[in-house]
């Protein structure tokens, strides 16, 4: 399935790309997003990309029983990785990185994590976030 911004026409989107579902800090990285979801309302999709096969992230889903957060697959057509510079080539995965777009889908905020053992800011993304109602209210 191809993302489109039009399927979360007035919502707040946050794109998390992730190398792979199975990775031990990836798991962490989605059990905590999962957290942050119960937070916020219907209002705020959080959407994880990684390359792994739509099999493997089924499976995934199917296993932790996450709902709240939509989960792709860039492996066949790898635009995402390429649009956002974000697909290691020589690993063909994607670096973990943050792209929190507001209603309007203009971007908010951005984080490039370095090493793909490492975890995002999660605290820095919750502060964007809570600006972007802010101004919605």
Sequence with gaps: NMIKLSNFNHKVKVFI???SVDMPSCIE???NIAKL???YSENIQFIFISMDLPFT??????EKKISSILFYSDNAEK???AAFGILVKKLGLLSKAIFLLGRDNK??????VRELTDSPHI????KAIDAIIEQDI
């Design 37 to 39: 979801t119960e937070k």
């Design 17 to 19: 790309s992730i190398p």
């Design 29 to 31: 990285d989605i059990l």
């Design 57 to 62: 992230i089924k499976r995934f889903n199917k």
């Design 107 to 112: 971007l908010n905020y951005v984080e490039y």
């Design 123 to 126: 605290n820095r993304l919750e």
């Design 79 to 81: 635009q995402f990785g």
